[in-house]
């Protein structure tokens, strides 16, 4: 391995280390994913940016919205912070060991892109927006636009992740998560489900659900929204609308952890009872 | 690179390609094969070591970052009371996983201690549950680190 490796000190120097970068340039954060890949030869690194010393992408803070995460923010720190609420905090307790969640971070589970990561279908239900930074300048875009295929995203090679705005909970709004793995801990999921949901005078007034590992990406489940948007949530709309959602918005395949019909079936079931939930 | 950085208490420097995997700059360069390499990949905790105080899998870990930081390995102090209680109870059968063990159970007998929470059976098979084992059935690993739990407590 030749690769050129620079650690920067400051957010300044990581920004300016980036600037006319091209896209083989790698940025290095808690490694759960690039040191894996490293040591498979998936990915040869010829130019990387160790970001994990840059304490200014750390952190969790109240802001006017909601809850400002740096993007090295680790997934033990979410689940201990108690600015960390509900759904977030149970996403990032199933992403996998403690020594996992010790160095896995937030930025890095988008960075990824992973259609079986745990965290992206929390960010896409609750809108959450991701805030990208260069030496040029920040552009902000939904977590669910950053996300653009199969191990790809928006950032551009000058780019890296800042932090991620999660949106407060609106009164009268309910989330629900469940992650299906093999075994409790320590897997990678079989089907990943998260919902945002209001209802107000007996009509959903609004909801988003996202899904992971049932297709090539993270994906919001439109046709959910579309079924049950000012309906009254009962039994029957219910099920149609998770059917619906279940033919439309998604496409699993199978591959060593499930089959194709196993997810779909399972997702159904998912939507049901976390609809039940959050729509009761 | 020169990698500086704490080792067991002692200061340390070494040259290694910063990408290395720590667990390899601890075994190769340092000569404390005491952790042990089981999947390479994340996935066994054989390699777990203490960065700053906290569990990780030396395997996932490049060189680099290990700079200025402190590291404690299964030949550092401090794991006694966890040793004697793996020794008592019948925790450690072959051993490659053991090292990796006894330094998850350190870490998490002293994040009980400073959030004072009794370490009950749930929370150690949650806290032991990147730590795979081929032989014990992990009956006798819980057993050890509850025993070290009351005796550290
Ligand atoms: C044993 C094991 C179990 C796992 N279990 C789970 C699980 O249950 N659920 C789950 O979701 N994931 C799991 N993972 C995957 C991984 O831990 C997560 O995806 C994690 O969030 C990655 O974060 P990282 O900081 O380690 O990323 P890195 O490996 O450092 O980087 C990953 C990618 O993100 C990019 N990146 C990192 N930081 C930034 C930034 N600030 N700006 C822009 N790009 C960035 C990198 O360039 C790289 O492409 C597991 C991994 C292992 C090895
Ligand atoms: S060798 Fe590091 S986790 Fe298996
Ligand atoms: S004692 Fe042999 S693998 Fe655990």
New interface residues.
């Given amino acids: 391995?030749n690769?050129r490796?620079v650690?920067p000190r400051t957010l300044d120097d990581a920004l300016a280390e980036l600037q006319g970068a091209s896209a083989d340039t790698l940025l290095?954060a808690?490694?759960?994913d690039l040191?894996?890949e490293?040591?498979?030869g998936r990915t040869e690194?010829r130019h990387?940016v160790?970001v994990?010393?840059l304490d200014e992408l750390r952190g969790v803070r109240a802001e006017d919205g909601g809850v400002r995460l740096g993007a090295l923010t680790t997934c033990?720190e979410l689940e201990r912070d108690p600015l960390v609420t509900d759904v977030l905090r149970e996403a990032a307790r199933e992403v996998?060991?403690?020594?996992?969640k010790?160095?896995a971070t937030l930025g890095g589970n988008l960075g990824t892109a992973s259609p079986a990561a745990d965290l992206n279908p929390v960010l896409f239900a609750l809108d959450a927006v991701v805030r990208l930074r260069s030496a040029a300048g920040e552009r902000e875009l939904p977590c669910a636009e950053f996300v653009t295929g199969y191990r790809a995203n928006a950032r551009r090679p000058d780019e890296l992740i800042e932090s991620v705005l999660v949106p407060a909970r609106a009164e009268n709004e309910r989330r629900a998560f469940r992650k299906v793995g093999t075994r409790?801990?320590?897997s990678i999921s079989k089907v990943v489900l998260a919902i945002a949901a209001r209802v107000d005078g007996g009509a959903v007034t609004a909801l988003r659900a996202a899904a992971g590992s049932v297709a090539e990406r993270t994906v919001l489940l439109p046709s959910l929204e579309q079924a049950l948007a000012g309906r009254a949530p009962d039994a029957a709309a219910v099920e149609s609308a998770a059917r619906s959602a279940v033919r439309a918005d998604v496409s699993p395949i199978d591959d060593v952890r499930s089959t194709a019909r196993y997810r779909r079936e399972l997702l159904f079931r998912l939507l049901k009872r976390l609809l039940r939930e959050v729509l009761a | 690179?020169k990698l500086r950085f704490t080792v067991n208490g002692a200061e340390r420097e070494v040259d290694v390609?910063?990408?290395a995997?720590l667990l390899d700059v601890l075994r190769d360069e340092l000569r404390l094969t005491g952790t042990k390499e089981g999947c390479?990949?994340?996935?066994c905790?054989a390699c777990?070591v203490l960065v700053d105080g906290?569990?990780?899998?030396s395997?996932?870990?490049?060189g680099?970052?290990a700079?200025g930081r402190d590291v404690v390995t299964i030949e550092g102090a401090g794991h006694e009371a966890v040793q004697q209680a793996f020794l008592e109870e019948g925790g450690a059968q072959c051993g490659i996983c053991t090292s990796g063990m006894i330094v998850?159970t350190r870490?998490?007998l002293e994040e009980r201690e400073r959030e004072g929470k009794p370490a009950t059976v749930e929370a150690a098979r949650?806290?032991l549950?990147?730590?795979l084992c081929r032989c014990t059935g992990y009956g006798k690993v819980i057993a050890a680190v509850l025993a070290a739990g009351g005796e550290t407590r």
């Fill in positions: 391995m690769a490796v650690s290095l808690g490694g759960t040191m894996v490293f040591e498979n690194p990387v160790d994990w010393a033990a996998g060991a403690v020594q996992i010790n160095r409790k801990a320590q | 690179m390609a910063p990408l995997r390479g990949e994340g996935e905790g777990t906290e569990a990780v899998m395997c996932l870990v490049a680099c970052q700079a998850a870490a998490f949650e806290a549950a990147g730590n």
